[in-house]
Structures are given as C-alpha cells and as structure tokens.
C-alpha cells in the first residue's frame, strides 16, 4: 500500500488503514522512542502518543516530505516534550569519572550491537543531544531551539556523550580482543 | 577514535533499535481514538445544542422586549383616554360645584377683595371632562381629539380675512395635525381660482400654512369661443391660447 493511500485513509479515519500504518511504522516509531526514554514503559507511552497524534493530525501533513518522515518527526518531538519537562541540560560532569567498575561489568556483558545499552550509559542531557545530533542530524543551533537551551549548552553536552561513549567503545574492543585472545 | 567513526558507529547500528511494540499498545492506541471520536462528537452536539438554546434565549427575549413595549405604548394612550372618558363628570361637576361655591363666597365676602377670583384657574363645562395635567404629556392631539367625537371639518365655515392679494384662513380651535391637513385642503380647494394669491393658512397647535395660488401655465380655448376684435388684419385662431393672463394670437403678417 502506498504512501498516499495511508494519508487518505487515516484521514478519513479509517482502522483498518490506521492499524496498517501502525504496523508499518510501529518499530521505527519505537525505536526512536527507545533510544529517548530510559525504560521501555515510557517508550511506549511515548509510541502510543506519536500515533494518535499522528491519526488526529493527518489534514495538518503537508506532501513536501514523506509520510514516514512526518510520523519519525512526530515521534521526536513527542519525547522530546515529555523530557524537556524533566531533564536539566546545565548538568556538566567530570570526565574522570566516566569510566566506573559497574560499567566494565555492564559493558563486558556487551553485544556488538547492543548500542541501545551503551546509549543508556549516557546521562539523560547527554544522551538526548546525543541523538539529535548524531541520529537524527539536527544542527546545535536548533537543539538548542528545541530544547530551549544555549548552543554552548548543546556543545558541552555533545562533547561529554562524546568521550564517554568513546570510551565505552574502547573498553568494549579491549574486552573483544581479550575475548579472542583467549 | 575519531568523532567521524564513532558517529558511524552508532548511526550503523541504529536499526537495532527498532522492534515491534506489544500487542497491547494497538489496543490501548484504538480505545484512545475511539474515545477521542466520542468526546469531539460529544463536544460538537453540546455547542449545537448551547447554540441553539442561546439563539431559542434571544428570540424569547426579543418576543417579550417587543410584547411589553407594545402593551406599555397601549397603556400610555389608550386606558388613560378611557379612564378620562369614564371617570369625569362626576370628578369635574364636584370640581366644578367647588368652584361655584368659592366664586359665591368671593362675591359675597365683603371684607376681602375679589381678586382671588377674578381669573378662575379651572374653567371646565359640566358636559365635558378634565384633563389633569400630569396625564397631559402622555396624550397626543389625537388621543385628546378622540373624546371630541362631534369635531367635524366642514364644520369649520371660515371667512378669510382678506389683505391685498393675501387670503388669510385661521381658527382657534384646536386642530391635530391630519385634521390640520385636511382644513388646508378643503382651504385649497375653495380658492383654487384665485390665481396669484397668497393663502395663509392658522390654526391652533399647528405650523401656518402659506402657499401662492399659482396660474395655470396654459389653457387652450376652443376655437369657436373667442374672435379677436381686429378686423383689418387677418389673424388666424389656429394657435391661439392663454398664457397667464394674456391671450395670444398668431398672424401670419
């Protein structure tokens, strides 16, 4: 089914379209909600709220993108709402106390692509500009318009996701390496 | 590592993020649309019906307003002019026989001056009413002429008074303003004839009329009733015609 027969269909508020579009981007809707929210009862929540929004405002889309690409943003943003309430972005961390034995332990426990592990490492702040960033590729300049936050803030934020998360990746390669050398 | 490499990292194995949600959510997903259905249906019913109680309100309203004022306008002519009619002759031949009695007593009270009644204040007839003062603001000419039921127009036989060219008609009795219209027009009628004069129309409680009686701008005459004196020339009665006071007659020398 296409793209333009999902719009017409959840405009006319049809279920069976709706249930098919649910079907049909519910794992991406998800996934950007997993990588935001730090459980999965959140994420959900957070899944469940793009996709009424998503059914309510079908006469707001404009055609000068895709559909899914709407539905992606809509995810974002609902996330984004529910954390900007809660989240302090002005929290700096030292760096020196990135790395921890506690990590070691979660990090030699590590898949390859576990990164939605790695990710939860992050500090909330952090992980969220982390995401915009590097996920979803927005500019600093409109993090911090969305976040309503300085593009200094975004920056330093960027920055500590960064290293840690260099880090992280590090240890998981040395323990890779110890893992063969065996 | 560079920035670059870690960013691939994570960009690469973005896909491992997504997964299909449980069941549970499509369901909880449709409850909410559904009962989102019914709260707009519910809220689009509830401001017709707000509506069309408020318009249902003002229409009531408007029926009332225009109800009340037009029994209030009945009030102030009608049952004022009925108590008027009903009430008087025994309130005006007690006031009357009130007057008499002082007006006596004056006469015959020797050692004050008569002064007192020299003007009576009231004078009403014992066949007619009173007017009180108070109820006079509220009655028109009209509603006041509708107890004067014998007034009649042709009544009115008014000599003119006459100065020069001007024509003057007037009464002093009282007249409401239609009453007024058609004392001019039976005036109008009268003097239609009199060319050129001016007719002053007074009476009392209404504007002075004036109007000149104006000539007709032309009158044929029949061919047969008028020969000119002349006999020398040749005039011809073909187009002959009055034009104000004068009679014209074409020739053709």
């Known amino acids: 089914m296409s793209e333009n027969e999902f719009i017409i269909g959840c405009q006319k508020q049809d279920s069976k379209i709706q249930n098919l579009v649910y079907k049909t981007y519910a794992p991406k809707v998800f996934g950007i909600c997993k990588r935001y929210m730090k459980d999965r ?10 996709f009424l929004t998503v059914f309510q405002k079908t006469n707001q889309f404009k055609n000068d993108g895709s559909f899914e690409g709407w539905i992606l943003r809509i995810a974002v943003n609902s996330c984004l709402m529910e954390l900007r309430k809660k989240t302090n972005f002005e929290n700096e961390y030292p760096l ?21 592990k790695m990710l939860q490492l992050l500090p909330e702040g952090a992980r969220i500009i982390f995401n915009l960033y590097v996920m979803e590729g927005y500019k600093h300049s409109e993090i911090a318009e969305k976040l309503n936050i300085s593009e200094g803030t975004s920056k330093s934020q960027l920055n ?20 063969y050398g065996r | 590592m560079e920035d ?3 960013f691939d990292f994570f960009k690469n194995r973005s896909t491992s993020f997504e997964e299909m949600p449980s069941e549970a959510l499509w369901n909880k ?24 109680l408020v318009l249902a309100t003002a229409l009531i309203g408007v029926f009332i307003y225009t109800n009340f004022k037009t029994s209030i306008e009945e009030k102030t002519i009608h049952p004022n002019v009925n108590e008027i009619i009903e009430q008087p002759s025994s309130t005006a031949s007690r006031i009357v026989s009130e007057i008499d009695t002082l007006k006596k007593r004056a006469e015959t009270d020797t050692l004050k001056p008569k002064k007192a009644f020299k003007k009576p204040i009231v004078t ?18 009209d509603a006041l002429k509708v107890i004067d039921s014998k007034f009649d127009i042709d009544s009115l036989k008014i000599k003119p008074l006459v100065k020069g060219n001007r024509l003057l008609f007037e009464t002093k009795q009282l007249l409401t303003p239609i009453e007024f ?33 104006k ?14 004196i002349h006999t020398t020339t040749k005039l011809i009665m073909k187009d002959s015609m009055i034009v104000s006071d004068s009679i014209y007659f074409n020739t053709k020398k």
């Not at chain 2, 039976?186 to 009686?213: S, W």
């Not at chain 2, 000539?215 to 029949?222: G, N, Q």
């Open chain 1, 41 to 50: 009862e959140r994420a959900e929540e957070m899944a469940m709220n793009t």
């Open chain 1, 96 to 116: 020196e106390a990135l790395q921890s034995t506690i990590e070691n332990e979660v990090l030699g426990n590590l898949d390859e692509n576990d990164i939605e």
């Open chain 1, 160 to 179: 500590y996701a960064k290293e840690k998360l260099k880090k992280i990746v590090a240890v998981f390669n040395q323990s890779k390496i110890k893992e």
């Open chain 2, 4 to 6: 670059k490499e870690l």
């Open chain 2, 29 to 52: 997903i449709q409850t909410n649309i559904e009962a989102s259905k019914s709260t707009t249906f519910f809220s689009a019913s509830k401001i017709i019906i707000l509506s069309v």
């Open chain 2, 124 to 141: 009403v007839k014992k066949d007619t009413f009173m007017v009180f003062k108070k109820l006079q603001p509220l009655l028109k000419t």
């Open chain 2, 181 to 213: 219209d058609s004392f001019v027009q039976k005036v109008l009628d009268e003097t239609k004839t009199n060319y050129g004069a001016l007719i002053v129309i007074k009476a009392k409680g209404n504007k002075p009329f004036r109007q000149i009686v």
């Open chain 2, 215 to 228: 000539f007709p701008e032309k009158i044929s005459i029949p061919k047969s009733t008028i020969q000119p």
